[in-house]
């Protein structure tokens, strides 16, 4: 079994920064991509940004510029830094990581989510 769990979230004002930080652990082989997600109210969850383990990395038109996404592999943790936040980056963020488990193959696991609410 594989959990992710997250921090870093909380309430900030338009224009200010926050970091998530997300770490993996459990029956981890090796973790493939990690990424960030965010699901605000009444919209479908959406990607923000993904990183390979090769440091590949791509982010949704709406945050390029103002977030950037990092991983440190020997801890098996992803970062999300958001800068020049917005009211509209309110939402629940969430954690991905496709995962090899060994026999089991690949495995995609989410986080719990950590809510972060920009008000301006």
């Known amino acids: 079994q594989v959990q992710l769990v997250e921090s870093g979230g909380g309430l900030v004002q338009a224009g200010g920064s926050l970091r998530l930080s997300c770490a993996a652990s459990g029956s981890i082989f090796s973790i493939n991509d990690m990424g960030w997600f965010r699901q605000a109210p009444g919209k479908r969850r959406e990607l923000v940004a993904i990183v390979s383990n090769g440091g590949s990395i791509d982010y949704a038109d709406a945050v390029k510029g103002r977030f950037t996404i990092s991983r440190d592999n020997a801890k098996n943790t992803v970062y999300l830094q958001m800068s020049s936040l917005k009211p509209e980056d309110t939402a629940v963020y969430y954690c991905?990581?496709?995962?090899?488990?060994?026999?089991?193959?690949?495995?995609?696991?989410w986080g719990q989510g950590t809510q972060v609410t920009v008000s301006s």
């Open positions: 991905n990581a496709d995962v090899s488990v060994g026999l089991a193959g690949r495995l995609i696991y």
